[in-house]
């Protein structure tokens, strides 16, 4: 629940009220679990390196994530590791791109009709995530004393899992 809208420490102010023992944000967790299952399938049936790079990078960001959404550290290193994870998938997506061009990445005029299509879809589930953290950002107190028995950051996990499956739709066929 959010104290204060200036301070956001992931994962617990999330909008999924974590349980005091056990896993902390089950909920979080099957649908985490899912997103990763999804990646490894295509990380084991994907044949080209940077792409396989790829899909294994953000197979540990999601894990990692998954893990947080168990187990909280009360400490910084969750955010460190999730931003050192963040840029090694940034690095990891530009590596795919070039590799799949031998340019280096500025616009998709490259990419095939199919990948082109699923390119806007993307966008939208993106944007649409963005959307669900700066409702949850800004509203989560209200919603849980409202509906305390739902767990509102489902919205943007369950989402997420469509956004993985059309990124690893995309990297597995370059």
Do not use: R
């Amino acid at each position: 629940m959010i104290k204060n809208k200036n301070t956001y420490t992931f994962p617990f102010n999330t909008c999924e009220i974590p349980n005091k023992k056990g896993i902390s944000q089950p909920y979080s967790v099957f649908f985490n679990f899912i997103s990763c299952l999804i990646i490894l399938y295509y990380l084991l049936i994907t044949t080209n390196f940077s792409s396989k790079l790829l899909l294994f990078s953000i197979l540990l960001f999601e894990l990692f994530h998954t893990f947080c959404h168990s187990i909280h550290l009360h400490n910084y290193s969750q955010i460190i590791i999730t931003h050192l994870l963040a840029y090694f998938v940034n690095f990891c997506y530009l590596f795919a791109l070039y590799n799949y061009s031998n340019k280096i990445p500025n616009n998709y005029t490259y990419f095939s009709k199919d990948i082109k299509s699923k390119i806007p879809l993307i966008f939208i589930l993106t944007l649409f995530i963005l959307l669900l953290f700066i409702n949850e950002s800004y509203n989560c107190k209200k919603m849980l004393n409202k509906y305390k028995w739902f767990p509102f950051h489902i919205l943007i996990e369950i989402t997420a899992i469509f956004l993985v499956y059309n990124i690893c739709t995309i990297f597995s066929k370059l």
